[in-house]
């Protein structure tokens, strides 16, 4: 089919390369000499993993990680060379594939029999990080099983098939490392399962524990790398800190345009369910997103910014579309009108995505993340 239709989107999240330049700089210089992982698995939180990842690299961070080998492999297949590292595997990840494209696997356990396998295969080492569970309880051996996992690196190791890189841990507490006991005691795991390591012969290069909340707060876990995630772009993970206040700059911008603009008397009801009725005669504006672009339905009363003014989410958020209530007299047809450009969070705005994430019971990191692809990403370049 010609695609004869106008090129510009009707709906678009901009992704502003210098604004995460300057974050990835920001977390570089605050955690020297530690090392920058930007992690940029789910398609980089919903930002375009191969962007971010060229981005990120080329602003200083220089290693790169995913959950998932096949998210790494798809990074490989744009020419992205950097240090890369997997880690949450199934009977069913590609480690063939993997150690031929030098990515380095997160080991928990018995899975480092297939990552040797790989290795005999490709007749090339496995680069690996072995990970030790301090207290998520998610992937990592219990330090009951540590030892024996470290012993049977080390014989891997002798036979050539695998490389010892790092140790690393995933942290539980979240919301605010500072003086939160739970870290301490990771850590004091995490430092033991390393000299149980050293122990066995292992050279432990890259010792790496932090995500954002504890780089940003806690320099006592920035060790030899920091995996940092969605600081990078541009959201605190605290309650209680803005992206601001931490010197980070927003990446995403969600936006489109008003679709439509009707007149409305006192009393009419509003999609859905009537969950919202008119108080005056007013006019109402159609936004044309929706759950199916990743607009949570249960953000009522979200913030929306159209042509320089704000408003609320008027009702249910529908499936493609959601009503905006004008606040405006029943003849006004200057505001608002079809065609005015219309922003859910984002720079013109000033609207945090976390406003929207609090509308929708949720947390920022969810909210970029589960953008939809029916929302083309436009990449504003690094200048
Ligand atoms: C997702 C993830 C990170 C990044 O976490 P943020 O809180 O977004 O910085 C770091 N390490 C691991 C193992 C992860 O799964």
Same mark, same amino acid.
């Given at each position: ?10 709906r678009?999240?901009?992704i ?11 977390i ?8 920058v ?7 980089g !939180?919903?930002?375009?993993?191969v962007e971010?990842?060229?981005t ?6 220089t ?6 080998v096949r ?13 890369l590292?997997?880690?949450l595997?199934?009977i ?5 594939a993997?150690?031929?494209h030098n990515i ?5 356990g ?9 290795a ?38 002798q036979?050539?098939?695998?490389r010892?890189?790092g140790v690393?841990?995933h ?12 870290v ?6 995490y ?14 290069d890259?010792r ?12 006592d876990?920035h060790?030899?790398m920091?995996r940092?995630?969605?600081a990078?772009?541009?959201l605190?993970p605290?309650?209680d800190?803005t992206?601001?206040d ?5 990446v ?5 345009t ?8 006192e009393?009419?009801?509003?999609? !859905?369910?009537?969950? !919202?009725r008119?108080e ?18 249960i953000?009522?009363g ?13 009702g249910r958020?529908?499936?493609?579309q959601?009503v905006?209530d ?16 219309v922003e ?6 000033g ?5 929207w994430a ?5 947390i920022?990191?969810e ?16 200048v």
């Open positions: 089919m010609v695609k004869s239709w106008t090129a510009a989107p009707e678009w999240v901009t502003d390369h210098s604004a995460l330049a300057h974050n990835i700089g920001t570089a210089q605050s955690v020297k000499p530690a090392q992982m930007a992690v940029v698995k789910a398609d !939180y919903g930002h375009g993993a971010v990842a060229q990120a690299v080329a602003a200083g961070a290693w790169l990680g995913t959950a998932h998210e790494a492999l798809e990074l490989r297949e744009a020419g992205i060379a950097a240090p590292l997997a880690w595997h199934t069913n990840t590609p480690f063939e993997a150690v031929a380095d696997l997160g080991v928990s018995p899975e480092i029999e297939a990552v040797a396998d790989a005999r295969a490709t007749n090339l080492p496995a680069r690996v990080h072995l990970k030790i569970d301090t207290g998520l309880s998610r992937n990592g051996a219990v330090p009951e099983a540590w030892d024996a996992l470290c012993r049977r690196a080390a014989e891997l190791q036979s050539g098939l695998v010892v890189v690393f841990t942290f539980a507490v979240a919301d605010d490392p500072v003086g939160e006991p739970a301490d005691e990771q850590l004091r795991v430092h033991e399962a390393v000299d149980t390591a050293r122990k066995h012969g292992l050279t432990v890259v790496h524990v932090a995500n954002s909340p504890a780089l940003l707060s806690r320099p876990t060790l030899d920091v940092a995630g969605v990078i772009y541009g605190s605290f309650a800190r992206a601001t931490l010197g980070l700059r927003p995403m911008s969600f936006g489109t008003v679709a439509h603009n009707k007149p409305a008397d009393g009419t009801g509003v999609s !859905y369910g009537y969950a !919202y008119c005056t005669p007013t006019r109402l504006a159609l936004i044309p997103c929706g759950y199916g672009d990743g607009v949570p339905r953000a009522a979200a913030p929306v910014w159209i042509g320089g003014k704000y408003y609320r989410v008027a958020i529908a499936m493609d959601f905006v004008l606040n405006t007299d029943r003849d006004d047809e200057t505001t608002a009108p079809v065609g005015a450009e859910l969070f984002g720079a013109q705005s609207i945090p995505s976390d406003a609090q509308a929708a019971d949720t920022n990191y909210l970029v993340t589960r953008i939809g692809t029916r929302v083309p990403r436009v990449h504003k370049q690094w």
